[in-house]
């Protein structure tokens, strides 16, 4: 008889406190990816306190970094999604601000990926926003990334190396498994690739399957492309500033362990839920790759109304 036990089922865990706090718990150097949305700072129903200047918020949020930071192996990642802070309709890039924090404190950026999204606030005196950014800083220079789990369809699967490349002329010259996602995440499921070639995960907004009571959740989808290319199964996930739970999530769709820290008790609660829902096989999930689905011409809502048309003639 072998004595080979299998793998202990992933863990997935949601604390709730202060991330300050509770991040002390967690082993030094324990973690292989730390992805994170940390409060925008925007008066979001979760950022009871009053709403900070950028200065005072960089100086609130940067001794959780430091200390979050320590706790990432120095193989390991740090995901941030982040949007901007606004005051008075001026727009402050928060990742302008992490960038320069966590560069200080050694991280070393691999990625700056554009999330772009087709819903959201529809500004009066500005653009309207619709990408937030997800910066991807590795510990060290020795760091994994698998590429492979996260390719995409090729553009033009039968395209052939010319007929001057020595020893590979008239040769298929993709890679069978798909093309790189690129940082401007782009998709090419078969249906919408010709006229929408963007990898469009749309955010978590009211008719979204994974939508909760929280205001700012982000895609399950988002962190899972992280979870796949910059960890192995058996790895440890960490978000300190976890919701409802979105990250550990992800981590245990792929047999990985995610620990979780959230501020809200009954967010927390949400995300455990959320957790035990997942392992019962009855969490929605949005498929990963599957495209935004964009209306058919002959959809009421792809006519201009006919008082438009009136308008437009008067
Ligand atoms: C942008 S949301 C994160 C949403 C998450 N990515 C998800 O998909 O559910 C930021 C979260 O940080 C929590 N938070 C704020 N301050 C915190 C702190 N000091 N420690 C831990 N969590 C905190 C808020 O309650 C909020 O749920």
New binding site residues.
Partial sequence: MNNLSPDPAPQGTILTG???QILNAVGNKSCSLLIT???YNIGKI?EREKKRDINSYVDWVSPIFKLAIEKIADDGHLCLQVGAHLRNSEVFPLDYYFYKMLFDHGMKLRNRIIWRFNFGLNAKKRFSGRYETLLWFSKSENYKFNLDPVRIPQIYPGKRHSSKKPGKAGQPSGNPLGKNPSDFWEFSANEHFNTEPVWDIPNVKANHPEKTQ?P???PVELAERCVLALTDPGDIILD????????VVAALKHDRNGIG????EG?AQVGRERITLLRNGELNLRPIGKPVRLPRATEAVSTAPIEWKQLLTE
């Avoid at 300190?240 to 990250?247: H, K, Q």
């Avoid at 820290?261 to 809200?264: F, H, L, M, R």
Wanted: proline share 12%.
């Fill in positions: 202060d991330a300050l949305s940390p409060p979760y929280h700012c959740q982000f300190p500033f976890a919701g409802v739970g979105t990250s820290i959230e501020i809200d967010y």
